[in-house]
C-alpha cells in the first residue's frame, strides 16, 4: 500500500468519514461494530481507487496493521508502532521494481547520481511540461472511477460521464441531481480539477 494522504469512506451511499487513512479506517471500524451488515467502502481522495483495509479489532489494532504495511499512513496517531525498519519514510522514498532495457539501464548508470537521481530529474521535467493536461486526466480519471463504483446504476450515469469527460461542468451537476447526496458531493469534489483546469 503506498501512502495515502487524505481518503473517504462510505457505509452504502452515505458519507461516513473522510481525512486521515488512519482516522477513517477507525470510523469504518466502529461503524462495522455497529452494524455488521454494513458495506463500506474506502476510496483514496488522490486517486478514487478502493483501499483495502482489515478493521477488525479495535481502532489501535486497525491503526498497527496501517502501520505495517505503510507506516507513512499512520502519522501523529498516539499509537506505540514500535521501532521502524531501514529506508528513508520521512522523505518520502519508496522503493519500487523497474523494469529497463539494457541500454536504457546504461544510460542511467552514467548520469551523475546514478539511475535513481536521473529518474527523478526525468519524472520531474515531465510533471513540468504538462500540469495542466495531466491534472484534467487525473481528476477525469478518479471521477469515473468513483462514479463507475458507487453510482453506475444511478440515472444519467451514462450522461454524467460523457460530461465529465467532455469537460461540461454544468451538464456534469445536472446529470447528478437525482442521486444520492453524498455520492454526487463526492463525485464532484473529485471531478472539480478537471472543470478548473479547463476554464483556466
Known amino acids: 500500500m503506498s501512502e495515502v494522504n487524505t481518503c473517504n469512506a462510505f457505509a452504502g451511499t452515505k458519507r461516513l468519514a473522510s481525512g486521515a487513512l488512519v482516522d477513517v479506517a477507525a470510523a469504518a471500524s466502529a461503524e462495522l461494530k455497529r452494524n455488521p451488515a454494513a458495506s463500506i467502502l474506502i476510496f483514496?481522495?488522490?486517486?478514487?481507487?478502493?483501499?483495502?483495509?482489515d478493521l477488525r479489532g479495535s481502532a489501535k489494532d486497525v491503526a498497527r496493521r496501517l502501520a505495517a504495511i505503510s507506516p507513512e499512513n499512520v502519522i501523529a496517531t498516539g499509537v506505540e508502532l514500535g521501532p521502524r525498519g531501514p529506508g528513508r519514510p520521512k522523505l518520502g522514498v519508496?522503493?519500487?521494481?523497474?523494469?529497463?532495457?539494457?541500454?536504457?539501464?546504461?544510460?542511467?548508470?552514467?548520469?551523475?547520481?546514478?539511475?535513481?537521481?536521473?529518474?527523478?530529474?526525468?519524472?520531474?521535467?515531465?510533471?513540468?511540461?504538462?500540469?495542466?493536461?495531466?491534472?484534467?486526466?487525473l481528476a477525469q480519471e478518479a471521477a469515473n472511477r468513483f462514479m463507475t463504483a458507487m453510482a453506475g446504476n444511478e440515472p444519467g450515469f451514462e450522461e454524467a460521464t460523457r460530461a465529465l469527460f467532455a469537460g461540461?461542468?454544468?451538464?456534469?451537476?445536472?446529470?447528478?441531481?437525482?442521486?444520492?447526496?453524498d455520492i454526487r458531493s463526492y463525485a464532484m469534489q473529485l471531478a472539480e480539477p478537471a472543470f478548473a483546469v479547463k476554464a483556466a
Open 44 to 53: 483514496d481522495d488522490a486517486t478514487a481507487r478502493p483501499i483495502d483495509v
Open 94 to 137: 519508496v522503493a519500487r521494481e523497474v523494469t529497463l532495457l539494457p541500454r536504457h539501464w546504461e544510460w542511467l548508470a552514467e548520469q551523475p547520481g546514478g539511475a535513481s537521481v536521473a529518474l527523478r530529474k526525468l519524472v520531474e521535467a515531465a510533471r513540468k511540461t504538462s500540469p495542466g493536461s495531466d491534472r484534467r486526466r
Open 168 to 181: 461540461d461542468a454544468e451538464k456534469f451537476a445536472a446529470e447528478m441531481k437525482a442521486w444520492p447526496d
